[in-house]
Every structure is written in structure tokens, then in C-alpha cells.
């Protein structure tokens, strides 16, 4: 394929000389625009066209590498001249600009704080009615209300929500303490403590049938527990007893007399014994 450009060097080519780049803008309408941009262009395509049919050789490797810096040199020099006549057209309104948004910022922060704690004191006013609430409720429950059961025991995070209602949260509440204080009468339920049917529910998500179950379980387990530790303790003392005995027995001590006292019924049954058991004895009347 025929080269259809030659670079020979940078001022054969259609860039204008790099260093007497000097970028005008002209108001258009309503908008800026680079002088000549259009003709600029055109020349441009034309050259990328060019670029595109060019077939590389070894003999002009150097030639296209100073091409090509002096299109990354304009490149660079048009980018540098554009921020200067932006710098210089809008550096006021840039300035502004700065001052109006911050101004809007600092507007913003305190919106934001007034609303923090507008929703602080919404939250707070909710948590005092709804502990009020509990107060008034749980002495009604047989089971509650001489208990050591707190609000806290119940409570849910998302009731203090602005997005929550009040009755909503409350209905809740209700429901809650109703559990409680059915999962305590339940006669199927080992446990009577209070504060530790409402962490089962609690820990089940507040489903009565699931406590009851996590309940017993743990119950079980307890008892499984206690059984083994006496179990334990009763192989220790055996342990124990058995080492006893082997310390205190001796075997010279099996020939040593000993006197026993019986009753004058009992002497024949205990003769008996002894006979059986091959015991020399001697009766002293």
C-alpha cells in the first residue's frame, strides 16, 4: 500500500506549529466557541484519515515518533490554553459560586441537626408514653404484675420509628405481654421465673409454642447436667472410700480378737453367721 503521508518532519504536517498555538474563542449565539474550530477540525479528520492508509517503515520509526509528540504536545497545549480562558471568563463565578454553596452547605448542616433532634425529642416523647403504657397494662396480668418484668424486657427498637405509629407499637406491647404472662400460666411450662419467659420469647421471636420448646430443652438439659455431677461425685466418694480401706485394712490385722456384744436372743442367729462365714469365735457367758 502507498503511503498517502510522509513524516518527515512536524512542520510538513497539518498541525499548526506547536509553539505558536494561540487559542481565540468568539461568542457564538449564546455560547463560547474556538475560532476556526470547524476548518481545524476538517484538517484534523483529514490527517486521521491520512494516518489510517499510512504504511509504517523502519527507515521513518524516528520521524513518526517526534509526529506523534508534537500531537500529544498540541494535545496538551490546547487543554491548557481552554482552562486558561476558562479560568479567566468564569474565575468570579467560579468564586460565587464557592461562596452561595457554602452558604447552602451550612444551611443544609443545620437542617439536618434541627431535624436530629426534632426526631431525638419525638422519640423521646414516644419511649416515655409507651413505658407509660406498660405500666398501665401489666397490672393487669396475674402472673405480671408483681414481677420484676421491666419495659426494657419487651421492648422493640422500631416502635420509637417516627414511620411507627403509637397504636401500632402499643398493640404490640399488648400482644407481648400477653405472651408473657400465657407462656408462665402454661402447666406444660417448667419454668415460673418471670424474666426468663420473657428472654425465651425474646429469643424466639416471640412465638409461645418455640419458647415453650427452647424451654424445656434447656430444663432437659439442666437436669442431664445436675444428674452427671452427681454421678460424679458419688464415683469420687466411692474412690475415696475404697482407697480408705485399702490404707487403713492390713493383713496382720485379720488374726486380732475382737469382742462383740449380743443379745442372748440373737446369739444362735449369729452363730450362724459366723459358722458360715468360717469365723473362729469364742462364746463368753
Known amino acids: 500500500m502507498k503511503n498517502e503521508i510522509t513524516l518527515r ?15 481565540e474563542l468568539e461568542l457564538v449565539g449564546d455560547h463560547y466557541s474556538i475560532v476556526n474550530h ?25 520521524d513518526v515518533k ?20 476558562q479560568t479567566y471568563l468564569f474565575g468570579h463565578v467560579n468564586e460565587q459560586k464557592a461562596e452561595a454553596s457554602g452558604l447552602m452547605s451550612g444551611i443544609i448542616k443545620k437542617l439536618d441537626v434541627g431535624l436530629k433532634e426534632d426526631e431525638a425529642r419525638m422519640k423521646a416523647e414516644k ?17 405480671l404484675k408483681n414481677s420484676q418484668l421491666s419495659f426494657e424486657d419487651v421492648q422493640n427498637s422500631s416502635w420509637f420509628n417516627i414511620t411507627t405509629s403509637k397504636t401500632a407499637a402499643i398493640r404490640e406491647l399488648d400482644e407481648r405481654l400477653i405472651a408473657v404472662n ?54 469420687i466418694v466411692e474412690k475415696v472410700a475404697e482407697k480408705v480401706v485399702e490404707e487403713d485394712v492390713k493383713i496382720d490385722n485379720l488374726d486380732e480378737k475382737a469382742t462383740i456384744l449380743i443379745h442372748k436372743s440373737d446369739l444362735r442367729r449369729v452363730e450362724a453367721m459366723l459358722k ?7 462364746v463368753i457367758l
Open 276 to 282: 458360715g462365714l468360717k469365723v473362729d469365735y469364742t
Open 127 to 143: 419511649a416515655y408514653e409507651l413505658e407509660q403504657a406498660f405500666k398501665n397494662a401489666i397490672v393487669h396480668f396475674e402472673h
Open 66 to 85: 517526534k509526529f506523534r509528540a508534537a500531537v500529544n504536545k498540541y494535545s496538551t497545549n490546547l487543554n491548557k490554553a481552554v482552562k486558561e480562558h
Open 38 to 62: 470547524d476548518e481545524f477540525m476538517a484538517e484534523l479528520k483529514q490527517l486521521d484519515e491520512q494516518i489510517d492508509n499510512y504504511e509504517y517503515k523502519s527507515e521513518d520509526r524516528q
Open 9 to 23: 518532519s512536524v512542520g510538513e504536517s497539518l498541525l499548526p506549529v506547536v509553539s505558536d498555538l494561540h487559542l
Open 182 to 235: 400465657e407462656l408462665v400460666a402454661n402447666i406444660m411450662n417448667p419454668e415460673k421465673d418471670v424474666l426468663k419467659n420473657a428472654d425465651a420469647l425474646s429469643r424466639t421471636n416471640w412465638n409461645e409454642l418455640q419458647a415453650l420448646n427452647l424451654i424445656a430443652t434447656e430444663h432437659k438439659a439442666i437436669e442431664l447436667e445436675q444428674q452427671r455431677q452427681v454421678e460424679i461425685k458419688e464415683q
